[in-house]
Every structure is written in structure tokens, then in C-alpha cells.
């Protein structure tokens, strides 16, 4: 079945420092991707999609390139601050069937001043 | 415009209590999804409804779990005697209901945090 895999975290940056966080996944068809990110004691907020393949998706600073010869969308940033810091969540849409999502396991961000 | 509104945002049940916990989605969309956080780990999804109808339980547990959204009113997930391992972030999330692709970006809810004693 569709599946998701994030680099574990925690990823721990200073400020100002580049930030990857890597995402692939599995699924048949074409499948939409997206980045949600998660505050601490709160929902999920959506931060970036891409619908298709050599889409990019951005926000804030984020983007995520959808690449179907790699199965990935990795998330970057080119300067983090500590505002950043929270939970990252990968997630997919299969292109077939109903509109769940399916997320990976999330990857926490600590940024340090 | 109001987002995604859960309540209660924390509730405690002793093992074999009913919990309930309800959900409202965004003015204007149809489309409700239940999701469950256990500690440290990722989202699973539970279950996919529409006004009055049930689209996909394949996540949700055979027993103990039902689901319902109502033509009025919020929509609920209950869990009949709850059990220590149902303790977890429950996530509900909206998505609006006009087009097919509109249906890609679902909101979330700041979720419902059962704690079972």
C-alpha cells in the first residue's frame, strides 16, 4: 500500500542555518504531496503542496519540489529561525480511491538561537 | 472565517467510560476526516464521512469506535469503554465539497487529547 518515510528526527540547526528535511514515498498512479507542520499543543497547520510531478510547492521561506523519478519531496529552507521549530510532517493523497491522507512519522525541528 | 473547531480539547476517562468527542468543520465544507496521533509518532487515518454517510472506516478499530456527521451538527467520534491504549490526539480535518480538486487540501483541527486513567 501507499506509504510515506521521513528522515528521523530530532534535526537540531542554529539560526540562520540551512535546513532538509527528507520525505519519499511510495504509491501507484500520482499521487499529491504535502508538507503540514505541527506547534507544539496545537493541529496541523498545511504548509506547502504540489499536485504533480516537477511541481514546487512553497511558503514562508519552505519549498518542496515533487520529484517522481526519485519518489521524493524533501522540504528546505534556506535560513531557519527558532520560530521554525516544531514538527514536520510529510504526508500523500493517492491519486485512486477516497481522500485520506497518509503521513509519515514527522520529524522534529529544534532551532537554537 | 472560523477553522476547523474541536471540543473538548482535553478530556479524561477512566478505563470502560465513553468518550466523545465532537467536531466542526469549516463554513462551508461537507467533507469530515478523523484522524489519531499516538505519542511520537505520525497521523493515522480512521475515518472519511460526508453529510449523513460513512465514505471510508478502514482505519477505524472494529469495535468500540463509531462515527457519525449528522445532516445538523457537529460531527462525532465516539469510543465506548475506553481502554488505556485509546489515549492519544485525536485530529479532525475538513475539506470542502464543490469540485473534485478542491478536495485536495484538507484543515485541520487543533485536535482532542483523551487521556485514559
Known amino acids: 500500500g501507499d506509504s510515506v518515510t521521513q528522515m528521523e528526527g530530532p534535526v537540531t540547526l542554529s539560526e540562520e542555518a540551512f535546513l532538509t528535511i527528507n520525505c519519499t514515498y511510495t504509491?501507484?498512479?500520482?499521487?499529491?504531496l504535502f508538507w503540514y507542520v505541527q506547534y507544539p499543543g496545537e493541529g496541523l497547520q498545511l504548509l506547502l503542496k504540489?499536485?504533480?510531478?516537477?511541481d514546487k510547492g512553497s511558503n514562508k521561506g519552505f519549498e518542496a519540489t515533487y520529484r517522481k523519478e526519485t519518489t521524493s519531496f524533501h522540504l528546505e529552507k534556506g535560513s531557519v529561525q527558532v520560530s521554525d521549530s516544531a514538527v514536520y510532517f510529510c504526508?500523500?493523497?493517492?491519486?485512486?480511491?477516497?481522500?485520506?491522507?497518509?503521513f509519515g512519522a514527522g520529524t522534529r525541528l529544534a532551532v537554537h538561537p | 472565517n472560523a477553522g476547523v473547531m474541536q471540543n473538548p480539547r482535553h478530556l479524561v476517562r477512566r478505563r470502560g467510560q465513553e468518550a466523545r468527542l465532537r467536531c466542526s468543520p469549516m463554513?462551508?465544507?461537507?467533507?469530515v476526516y478523523w484522524y489519531r496521533q499516538l505519542p511520537e509518532e505520525g497521523l493515522k487515518f480512521m475515518v472519511y464521512?460526508?453529510?449523513?454517510?460513512?465514505?471510508?472506516e478502514s482505519g477505524m478499530p472494529k469495535e468500540r469506535f463509531s462515527a457519525e456527521f449528522p445532516k445538523e451538527g457537529p460531527s462525532i467520534l465516539r469510543i465506548q469503554q475506553v481502554v488505556r491504549g485509546d489515549s492519544a490526539a485525536y485530529f479532525c480535518?475538513?475539506?470542502?465539497?464543490?469540485?473534485?480538486?478542491?478536495?485536495?487540501?484538507?484543515?485541520f483541527g487543533p485536535g482532542t487529547r483523551l487521556l485514559v486513567l
Open positions: 463554513k462551508g465544507h461537507s467533507h
Open positions: 504526508a500523500l493523497k493517492g491519486s485512486g480511491g477516497y481522500n485520506k491522507l497518509i
Open positions: 480535518a475538513s475539506s470542502p465539497s464543490r469540485l473534485a480538486w478542491a478536495q485536495e487540501t484538507q484543515y
Open positions: 504509491a501507484t498512479g500520482y499521487p499529491s
Open positions: 504540489a499536485t504533480k510531478a516537477d
Open positions: 464521512l460526508q453529510k449523513e454517510n460513512i465514505i471510508d
